[in-house]
Nanobody, 122 residues
Framework: VQLQASGGGLVQAGGSLRVSCAFS????????MGWFRQAPGKEREFVAT????????AYADSVKGRFTISRDNAENTVYLRMNSLKPEDTAVYYC????????????????WGKGTQVTVSS
């Protein structure tokens, strides 16, 4: 399995950004997908997750109401739409795949992408 994240960049506080993650190598619909992030000097943290079918989602409290995770099983892609961005959202964002189902825990993930940098200026 390969995961390729893209779409990161520099945005002003209050702005929006959408990051994408392209999945290849196995049947995409067989994996729940998650987004995690890691800021400089901090541990990697959970952001959002979505079930195999896309009908179930979960979010970290810090992004609830601002971020939306979605997936397109025909395009083998998972998205993270980020609105009302704050400087504290600055981090490298990683996508991950979990064969066992939806999970908030990085230790449950089977595959990881390399990450895409999101920087929010104040």
């Amino acid at each position: 399995v390969q995961l390729q994240a893209s779409g990161g960049g520099l945005v002003q506080a209050g702005g929006s950004l959408r990051v994408s993650c392209a999945f290849s190598g196995r049947a995409f619909s067989g994996y729940a997908m998650g987004w995690f992030r890691q800021a400089p000097g901090k541990e990697r943290e959970f952001v959002a997750t979505i079930s195999r079918s896309g009908t179930s989602t979960a979010y970290a409290d810090s992004v609830k109401g601002r971020f939306t995770i979605s997936r397109d099983n025909a395009e083998n892609t998972v998205y993270l739409r980020m609105n009302s961005l704050k400087p504290e959202d600055t981090a490298v964002y990683y996508c991950a795949a979990d064969a066992d189902g939806i999970s908030k825990y990085s230790t449950d993930m089977d595959y990881w992408g390399k990450g895409t940098q999101v920087t929010v200026s104040s």
